[in-house]
């Protein structure tokens, strides 16, 4: 199994303002994602966070709204930028192990932000 | 993309009844379909799970079922008890192709004493 340290774990931020999230694997792993997850829904996925370049992102994510770096096989960052209470969610990070990319994947406790 | 659609939205069932939750996903590369289990306040954890070139696979009072030619794969659990309670989530990914987890919209099961 691999675990996932997000921090922070809440928060409470105006509007208009940024929020990093990070994002720490205890090993080595394959593919990082982040999913948004909004009370009481779904996981959306925003985006793969790929090493050394810029993030794969789904449709109706943008980069200059969700800024995300992987610098390394351990560690990503999410960035929420400009903030507006549509923003309030949890956003998880998720990793996955194994040859290729396959098996199992891991999620974080994942970040409760509130925007007022 | 990929779309997971799920059914039923929520589930109540009595305790030691079974409970069945179905998946269809849109994308035929889909090769790894595996569920997750999320109780409230927590992270998601996966189950079980199952890959394109297997039918059917069981864990204790939990099984899967995939029919790849009608893209869709169901959760059984039967026996089931309270602490079965917890949000269900399927998702289907293309491993070795992107590997991207598109997730279903959640069964909220009730497991009734």
């Not at chain 1, 982040?34 to 779904?42: E, H, I, K, M, V």
Request: glycine share 8%.
């Amino acid at each position: 199994s691999a675990v996932i340290s997000q921090k922070p774990s809440r928060d409470i931020c105006q509007r208009g303002t940024s929020l990093t999230i990070q994002c720490q694997v205890d090993s080595q792993v394959t593919m990082m994602f982040w999913y948004r997850q909004q009370p009481g829904q779904s996981l959306t996925l925003i985006a793969t966070a790929n090493q050394g370049s810029e993030a794969t992102y789904e449709s109706g994510f943008v980069i200059d709204k969700f800024p995300i770096s992987r610098p390394n096989l351990t560690f990503s960052t999410l960035t929420v930028s400009n903030m507006s209470p549509e923003d309030s969610s949890i956003y998880l990070c998720s990793a996955q192990r194994g040859a290729g990319g396959t098996g199992e994947l891991f999620f974080g406790e994942g970040s409760r932000l509130t925007v007022l | 993309g990929e779309n997971v659609e799920q059914h039923p939205s929520t589930l109540s069932v009595q305790e030691g009844d079974s409970a069945v939750i179905k998946c269809t996903y849109s994308d035929s590369a889909s090769n790894y379909f595996p569920w997750y289990k999320q109780e409230l306040g927590k992270r998601p954890q996966l189950i079980i799970d199952i890959r394109s070139n297997v039918g059917e696979k069981k864990d204790q009072r939990i099984a899967v079922t995939l029919n790849k030619t009608a893209k869709h794969f169901s959760l059984h659990i039967t026996e089931t008890q309270p602490e079965d309670s917890a949000v269900y989530f399927c998702a289907a990914s293309r491993q070795n192709t992107g590997n991207q987890f598109y997730f279903g919209t959640g069964t909220s099961l009730t497991v009734i004493p």
